[in-house]
């Protein structure tokens, strides 16, 4: 089992940046792939970045939507993901939410195994 909890949300200006944590117990997150999704209101969920389980090589993956402005890392020693948000645009406004799952190749949420609680970002124009 692994519990995840997300932090760092916030109301923030166009243009500007957050950083979003998610700390995990349970289980290291070097052992899972960990995704960031998020979803608008009146919206589906979507993929935003994934970062594969520690291994000799680390891969990303980013939605076209956020490739070149969001970053995704991880902090083995803090069991802590991160998703440094860059150039924030009024349509990133969502609820995001980090997840674990088994393959840094999967961009469906279903295919996941734990879930955070969510954190708000409210980007303003």
């Known amino acids: 089992q692994v519990q995840l ?15 979003l944590g ?16 998020r979803q608008a209101p009146g919206k589906e969920r979507e993929f935003v970045a994934v970062i594969s389980s520690s291994g000799a090589n ?4 980013y939605a076209d939507s956020v490739k070149g402005r969001f970053a995704i890392s991880r902090d083995n020693a803090k069991n802590t993901v991160y998703l ?3 150039s924030l645009k009024p ?14 190749r ?4 279903d295919l996941y195994d734990y879930w955070g609680q969510g954190t708000q970002v409210t980007v303003s124009s």
């Open 58 to 61: 680390t891969y990303y993956a």
């Open 22 to 37: 998610c700390a995990a117990s349970g289980r290291t997150v070097s052992s899972y792939a960990m995704g960031w999704f």
């Open 91 to 104: 349509e990133d406004t969502a609820v995001y939410y980090c997840a674990a799952g088994s393959s840094w």
């Open 84 to 86: 440094q948000m860059n």
């Open 106 to 109: 999967l961009r469906a949420g």
């Open 5 to 19: 909890v997300e932090s760092g949300g916030g109301l923030v200006q166009a243009g500007g940046s957050l950083r």
